[in-house]
């Protein structure tokens, strides 16, 4: 899901959660979204992971947000990919 979806769909409570736990805020997120700023490596892997936290409470109303999604160039996490798959 990207993260514009994600937003749209998630309640105020959701999306402050998402934003608090990525030192960010709200508006931030939204220039995410837009395409109008690219996230760190390091704040995408964070809102994936956080937003996967969040979707697995909404009841299938949200999906994570994948970390590819919000960074300039998505191929800096081939190598972090292939190495997940060979460990688990």
Same mark, same amino acid.
């Given at each position: 899901?990207?993260?514009?979806?994600?937003?749209?769909?998630?309640?105020?409570?959701?999306?402050?959660?998402?934003?608090? #736990?990525?030192?960010?805020? /709200?508006? !931030?997120? !939204?220039?995410?979204?837009?395409?109008? *700023? @690219?996230?760190?490596?390091?704040?995408?892997?964070?809102?994936?992971? /956080?937003?996967?936290?969040?979707?697995?409470?909404?009841?299938?109303?949200?999906?994570? #947000?994948? *970390?590819?999604?919000? #960074? *300039?160039?998505?191929?800096? @996490?081939?190598?972090?990919?292939?190495?997940?798959?060979? #460990? @688990?």
């Amino acid at each position: 899901m990207e993260l514009s979806e994600f937003l749209k769909r998630a309640s105020k409570r959701e999306r402050a959660e998402l934003a608090e #736990v990525c030192n960010n805020s /709200v508006s !931030y997120l !939204y220039q995410l979204a837009g395409k109008h *700023r @690219f996230a760190s490596a390091l704040l995408a892997i964070k809102i994936e992971i /956080v937003s996967g936290r969040i979707a697995k409470k909404s009841d299938g109303r949200l999906d994570l #947000v994948p *970390r590819e999604s919000l #960074v *300039r160039y998505p191929e800096i @996490f081939m190598d972090i990919n292939k190495i997940i798959s060979e #460990v @688990f």
